[in-house]
């Protein structure tokens, strides 16, 4: 596994200031075959936002962080997939994590399938509503083998019991020897880079809909307008010497959070700048650091 080595040295420049907004591009979000042949985020158009572009040192080419999205077989009865809000969340974070640390960061991130051999090339996974994931046999293994080789999952976006359930169950496929412990507010990836306070439930980002009307309403849980999306829990996996190798964000909606920071200002200031940008940097910077 290749962990970049400006990553260790990386420190936060600014953490505390405001993000500022760029320009809306408008338009709605467009729906991505799941056997569009993308290799980068750069590929897809944009549905919300205006992108820079940065380049990196010569000769540091492949010493950067890259967000790395993975494309996963899924139940074909769901809805949901592995392209939900991209590549606006991708290059967003991609964005944010260059703009505000001293990290080197791939300015048009990957798509990946977990049997591409390019996998064991890139320390840090990105899963979307894994509640419809269905990892056939080599996907199982390939995962498997990446995860006991130092590489790390994140999970996001998935809610209620149900998708939690059919997560875990493909997981203990992967690692049927580990279990999903549940992560305390005092565990350092809450305490990193930025303090996340004390609340669990302060962490959710909703979906954009519900972020904007709960100014009005003071609810951010009702994504499938069940009890069971009410708590967020943050739950990992870790091997044997105590390095976490998955960290599952049940329900709520960092990406969201990352896609949509530009298109409505409450959103933006309760969601994005406060939870959803913190705790994924937070998560990156604890994942190549341990």
Same mark, same amino acid.
């Given at each position: 596994m290749k962990y970049p080595t400006l990553l260790i040295l990386?420190?936060?420049?600014?953490?505390?200031?405001? !993000?500022?907004?760029?320009?809306?591009?408008?338009?709605?979000?467009?729906?991505?075959?799941?056997?569009?042949?993308?290799?980068?985020?750069?590929?897809?158009?944009?549905?919300? #936002?205006?992108?820079?572009r940065w380049d990196n040192p010569a000769g540091f080419e492949h010493d950067v962080f890259t967000f790395t999205r993975i494309r996963y077989s899924r139940d074909p009865r769901s809805r949901f997939g592995c392209f939900t809000d991209f590549p606006d969340s991708d290059l967003d974070l991609s964005y944010r994590l260059q703009q505000l640390t001293a990290l080197k960061v791939d300015p048009?991130?990957?798509? !990946?399938?977990?049997? /591409?051999?390019?996998?064991?090339?890139?320390?840090w996974i990105y899963m979307v509503e894994p509640g419809s994931l269905m990892l056939d046999e080599a996907e199982a293994t390939s995962l498997r083998r990446y995860l006991l080789n130092g590489g790390f999952l994140m999970a996001d976006d998935f809610w209620g019991e149900r998708q939690w359930e059919m997560f875990a169950d493909q997981m203990k496929q992967v690692l049927p020897d580990h279990q999903f412990i549940d992560l305390s507010m005092d565990h350092p990836v809450f305490q990193g880079i930025f303090d996340l306070g004390r609340s669990m439930n302060g962490l959710q980002t909703p979906n954009y809909q519900t972020g904007e009307s709960s100014q009005y309403?003071?609810?951010?849980?009702?994504e499938f307008h069940g009890s069971d999306t009410r708590d967020v829990h943050i739950r990992a996996i870790f091997d044997e010497r105590s390095?976490?190798?998955?960290?599952?964000?049940? #329900?709520?909606?960092?990406? /969201?959070?990352?896609?949509?920071?530009?298109?409505?200002?409450?959103?933006?200031?309760?969601f994005s700048e406060k939870r959803a940008y913190p705790l994924g940097i937070n998560i990156i910077f604890y994942a190549m650091t341990h």
């Open positions: 990386a420190v936060v420049l600014g953490a505390g200031t405001l !993000l500022a907004q760029r320009g809306r591009r408008g338009g709605g979000e467009g729906w991505i075959s799941e056997d569009a042949p993308v290799r980068t985020a750069r590929e897809v158009e944009t549905h919300s #936002n205006d992108f820079p048009d991130g990957r798509v !990946l399938r977990l049997t /591409d051999p390019e996998l064991f090339e890139f320390p309403t003071g609810v951010t849980w009702e390095r976490m190798m998955v960290i599952a964000c049940h #329900n709520t909606d960092n990406g /969201d959070g990352w896609e949509r920071e530009q298109e409505y200002a409450y959103f933006f200031r309760e």
